[in-house]
T-cell receptor, first 117, second 114 residues
Framework: AQKITQTQPGMFVQEKEAVTLDCTYDTSDQSYGLFWYKQPSSGEMIFLIYQGSYDEQNATEGRYSLNFQKARKSANLVISASQLGDSAMYFCAMREGASGGYNKLIFGAGTRLAVHP | KAGVTQTPRYLIKTRGQQVTLSCSPISGHRSVSWYQQTPGQGLQFLFEYFSETQRNKGNFPGRFSGRQFSNSRSEMNVSTLELGDSALYLC?????????????FGNGTRLTVT
């Protein structure tokens, strides 16, 4: 069965520093997609970044980058130059189904990030 | 472009009642899926609809049901509410046919069952 593991229940970082949030996954599919979402205390889920299993380069979106190591089945999120507004829960998720046509995501337990001034 | 809209934002119900939650997807998105988020179980997939058809269903009892209308708007219904149904219910919409298309979530409906 597909599974996402986030081993860091909580992390804190000083403002303007970089932080890495860990995510490992387990799947027997060759084709899959990995997502990171941010959830502030308001509850909305905000899409941050996507990595496809066949993408040769690590994904980047502004201050967010994904350290994708396929052989180790890890997809760690790196946030550079942390800001106070980055304080939130962060979820790693995997799209189930080789074709991606089925929009079922498997989520990890999440990591709560606190950014200190 | 308007995002995913969920109504209502908050609901308080008593055990045994039923509830209906509504979701309007992003314009042009025809796939709508629902998730339940609780402190104990985390985020769990409920079901997905496309073109008014349920394509996939999570491991939830039959008390949880949903439907999708021709305009892609979706509703989910929970009957005979139990205390354990208290949760944040999130709706997400997405384009189909693009493997890298992310799910865009609404703000959620927070249901409290007393």
């Amino acid at each position: 069965a597909q599974k996402i593991t986030q081993t860091q229940p909580g992390m804190f970082v000083q403002e303007k520093e970089a932080v890495t949030l860990d995510c490992t996954y387990d799947t027997s599919d060759q084709s899959y997609g990995l997502f990171w979402y941010k959830q502030p205390s308001s509850g909305e889920m905000i899409f941050l970044i996507y990595q496809g299993s066949y993408d040769e380069q690590n994904a980047t979106e502004g201050r967010y980058s994904l350290n994708f190591q396929k052989a180790r089945k890890s997809a760690n999120l790196v946030i550079s130059a942390s800001q106070l507004g980055d304080s939130a829960m962060y979820f790693c998720a995997m799209r189930e189904g080789a074709s991606g046509g089925y929009n079922k995501l498997i989520f990890g337990a999440g990591t709560r990030l606190a950014v200190h001034p | 472009k308007a995002g995913v809209t969920q109504t209502p934002r908050y609901l308080i119900k008593t055990r045994g009642q039923q509830v209906t939650l509504s979701c309007s997807p992003i314009s042009g998105h025809r796939s709508v899926s629902w998730y339940q988020q609780t402190p104990g179980q985390g985020l769990q997939f409920l079901f997905e609809y496309f073109s008014e058809t349920q394509r996939n269903k999570g491991n939830f009892p039959g008390r949880f049901s949903g439907r999708q209308f021709s305009n892609s708007r979706s509703e989910m219904n929970v009957s005979t509410l139990e205390l354990g149904d208290s949760a944040l219910y999130l709706c997400a919409s997405s384009l189909l046919g693009q493997h890298n298309s992310p799910l865009h979530f609404g703000n959620g409906t927070r249901l409290t069952v007393t």
